[in-house]
């Protein structure tokens, strides 16, 4: 069997179509520049969630709860970036520990509302506190102002997104 290194050698760079979004450095890929940046990130927070017994995924959502009050599950899995079928065993956990509560919406009974219970109030007070200073942190070592204009740019770039998969070979 070959070696990936002995495969990848034997490509021609000219044979292979360019990505534009692929710069010819694969650290300067926009991809994985955004990977590289979120987990650079998470790296300062996943240690504080864990230590609460918190995952990131079951953080976003008891946030996202916080903010918004009552919500369909599946506005929840689309604003915390949770496929339907994790977030359905993460309801299932939220609820078991008391963090939120599943009730069938009244006037569609296929309907999931999930609400922060005060248990999650509760956890939410006692990580808000750890997670700012997180924040504090990265803002400290990047600079305030640069982190809101970093987050400002994301917001743009992410306006981007596509519907659909044909929405890319659409002449623009």
Same mark, same amino acid.
């Given at each position: 069997?070959? #070696? =990936? &290194?002995? $495969?990848?050698?034997?490509? &021609?760079?000219?044979?292979?179509?360019?990505?534009?979004?692929?710069? =010819?450095?694969?650290?300067? &890929?926009?991809?994985?520049?955004?990977?590289?940046?979120?987990?650079? $990130?998470?790296?300062?927070?996943?240690?504080?969630?864990? &230590?609460? %017994?918190?995952? #990131?995924?079951?953080?976003?959502? $008891?946030?996202?709860?916080?903010?918004?009050?009552?919500?369909?599950?599946?506005?929840?899995?689309?604003?915390?970036?949770?496929?339907? @079928?994790?977030?359905?065993?993460?309801?299932?956990?939220?609820?078991?520990?008391?963090?939120?509560?599943?009730?069938?919406?009244?006037?569609?009974?296929?309907?999931?509302?999930? /609400?922060?219970?005060?248990?999650?109030?509760?956890?939410?007070?006692?990580?808000? @506190? %750890?997670?700012?200073?997180?924040?504090?942190?990265?803002?400290?070592?990047?600079? /305030?102002?640069?982190?809101? *204009?970093?987050?400002?740019?994301?917001?743009?770039?992410?306006?981007? /997104?596509?519907?659909? =998969?044909?929405?890319?070979?659409? =002449? *623009?």
């Amino acid at each position: 069997m070959s #070696e =990936p &290194s002995q $495969i990848f050698s034997s490509i &021609s760079r000219d044979s292979v179509p360019r990505d534009r979004l692929m710069s =010819p450095d694969f650290r300067r &890929s926009l991809p994985i520049a955004l990977l590289r940046a979120r987990e650079a $990130i998470m790296s300062h927070f996943r240690p504080m969630l864990a &230590s609460h %017994d918190v995952t #990131e995924q079951q953080w976003r959502v $008891i946030r996202i709860l916080a903010e918004a009050g009552t919500l369909d599950a599946s506005e929840v899995a689309e604003k915390a970036f949770i496929l339907a @079928p994790s977030l359905t065993r993460m309801i299932k956990s939220l609820e078991e520990r008391g963090y939120i509560t599943r009730q069938k919406d009244v006037g569609d009974g296929r309907r999931i509302l999930l /609400k922060l219970a005060p248990a999650g109030v509760d956890i939410l007070r006692t990580i808000t @506190p %750890d997670s700012l200073a997180i924040y504090d942190s990265i803002e400290a070592r990047y600079g /305030k102002l640069r982190v809101e *204009h970093l987050v400002d740019l994301l917001d743009e770039l992410a306006m981007l /997104k596509s519907d659909s =998969p044909s929405d890319d070979q659409q =002449p *623009h």
